[in-house]
Every structure is written in structure tokens, then in C-alpha cells.
């Protein structure tokens, strides 16, 4: 435990962690805790060298990146802990920057029921080889967080870049040779 202190009003054991001894970690961070119920309130943590070259070990942390690092988020409601956002941020081997963020915006407790064990996805299951059936209303309810300022000018200066790149006379002409 590296300290006590409150995070989001409640007091948390904040444990951070690091490469295990002789140096083989593959991750480093903090963990938040509830001092009263031990439930995880939030984690933060970075992907280091080490555990990026291993795509087998950790098939989503790895790949063809410089850096990679996380952080995950809960909230109680009705007595329960959920998960309520992640932040994915990174540094692609080129040196371009990426993030991906994940935000639940509402929740509907009582629902949903564990998935049986039989029927839960294994680590080299590929998804189109999972058969359903397609609810083309599944999505109707759910809603995205818009775009912040900065990131719509950005998705806009992007889209003009490439609609120039696409409209350009020489690149037309490689097209059709």
C-alpha cells in the first residue's frame, strides 16, 4: 500500500506496482480500493516494453506500438460496482499518437445474467467464426458521446486531407494505369 487517500469522495488504498522482482514485469500503475468494501474503483496502468512484445501473453495490450497505457474507471449503483469509463492512449512505433475511449452513459441494473462458462469466448476465438443471430435493432437505444471541439476540428481537418488526396488529379491517374 502506497497511501491512503480519497478518490471520487470515498476513501481508497492506493497500491501501485511495478516489474517484479529481476526485472521480468510486463506492467506498472496504481490500483484504487475501497477502504470499506475493497472494491476496485479505478486503475491506471502502462503497458511497458516487456509486455508489448508478448501478443500471445496480452492479446490486447500488445502490437505495434511505443507506448501504451490505460485507465479504467467503476461507479456504484444500487449497491453494486460497474464499469463506467476507460481511456486507452498510445504512441504507434511512427511516433503518431492514438486514443480510444469507452464512456457507459446509462445503466440498467437487474438485466443482465453471467454468461455460462461453457459459452464464453476462449482467448483464440475469432469473431466471425461466432455464428448468431442479428438483432438490427440491438444498437437503436444506445447512444455515442460526442465529439469534443478538438477532436471534431481534427476529424475534419483529417477528412478534408484525404478527400484532397482522393480528388487529386495525379492520384486519380495512378488509379486508372
Known amino acids: 500500500i502506497e497511501n491512503i487517500t480519497t478518490y471520487e469522495g470515498r ?9 517484479a522482482e529481476g526485472g521480468k514485469g510486463r506492467m506498472k500503475g496504481a490500483l484504487y480500493i475501497d477502504t470499506l468494501s475493497y472494491a476496485f474503483l479505478r486503475a491506471q496502468f502502462e503497458i511497458l516494453p516487456e509486455g508489448l512484445s508478448k501478443a500471445n501473453d496480452y492479446p490486447l495490450y500488445s502490437g505495434s506500438w511505443k507506448a501504451n497505457r490505460y485507465t479504467v474507471n467503476y461507479r456504484k449503483v444500487d449497491g453494486a460496482w460497474y464499469f463506467s469509463n476507460a481511456l486507452r492512449e498510445g504512441v504507434y512505433r511512427d511516433g503518431g499518437i492514438y486514443s480510444n475511449e469507452i464512456t457507459s452513459t446509462e ?3 437487474g438485466r443482465g445474467k453471467p454468461v455460462p462458462y461453457i459459452e464464453r ?5 475469432e469473431f466471425l467464426d461466432i455464428t448468431g443471430s442479428y438483432d438490427e435493432a440491438f444498437w437503436r ?7 469534443s471541439a478538438a477532436l471534431q476540428t481534427a476529424v475534419q481537418v483529417r477528412n478534408q486531407e484525404k478527400a484532397q488526396e482522393v480528388f487529386d488529379s495525379t492520384f486519380i491517374v495512378r488509379l486508372q494505369t
Not at 11 to 19: E, L, N, S
Not at 121 to 125: A, C, K, V
Not at 141 to 147: A, K, V
Open 107 to 109: 445503466l440498467q441494473t
Open 141 to 147: 437505444d444506445y447512444n455515442t458521446t460526442p465529439l
Open 11 to 19: 476513501p481508497v488504498y492506493v497500491i501501485r506496482f511495478d516489474k
Open 121 to 125: 469466448l476462449d482467448r483464440g476465438d
